[in-house]
């Protein structure tokens, strides 16, 4: 059993940047790939990023890759997502999530989800 646990999210004007954190309790954190997903007011969940148990594989959705930018501190049992840029329309509730398969995009293959953090950009 993993528990997730979410924060930095809050208010930031456009252009500026947000730190995530994603803090991981429970056994065999390093045994997880793990990923950030996003949903807006309105609309379905969508994959952000993702990396895989070691650290060294990541994954980006294209709307994001050259503005975000996903690590994990294994010994700390945290995942983060480093979010520049930002744009209002990544304003939207992130969830970490955690999963024993290297399906990066897929919500399915994660086994446990995070509450959310809320994340607003104004324009």
């Known amino acids: 059993q993993v528990q997730l646990v979410e924060s930095g999210g809050g208010l930031v004007q456009t252009g500026g940047s947000l730190r995530l954190s994603c803090a991981a309790s429970g056994r065999s954190f390093g045994n997880y790939h793990m990923g950030w997903f996003r949903q807006a007011p309105g609309k379905e969940r969508e994959f952000v990023a993702a990396?895989?148990?070691?650290?060294?594989?990541?994954y980006y959705a294209d709307s994001v890759k050259t503005r975000f930018t996903i690590s994990r501190d294994n010994a700390k049992n945290t995942v983060f997502l480093q979010m520049n840029s930002l744009k209002p329309e990544d304003t939207a509730v992130y969830y970490c999530?955690?999963?024993?398969?290297?399906?990066?995009?897929?919500?399915?293959?994660?086994?446990?989800w995070g509450q959310g953090t809320r994340v607003t950009v104004s324009s």
């Open positions: 999530a955690a999963g024993a398969y290297w399906l990066p995009t897929n919500a399915n293959a994660y086994n446990y």
């Open positions: 990396i895989g148990a070691s650290g060294i594989s990541n």
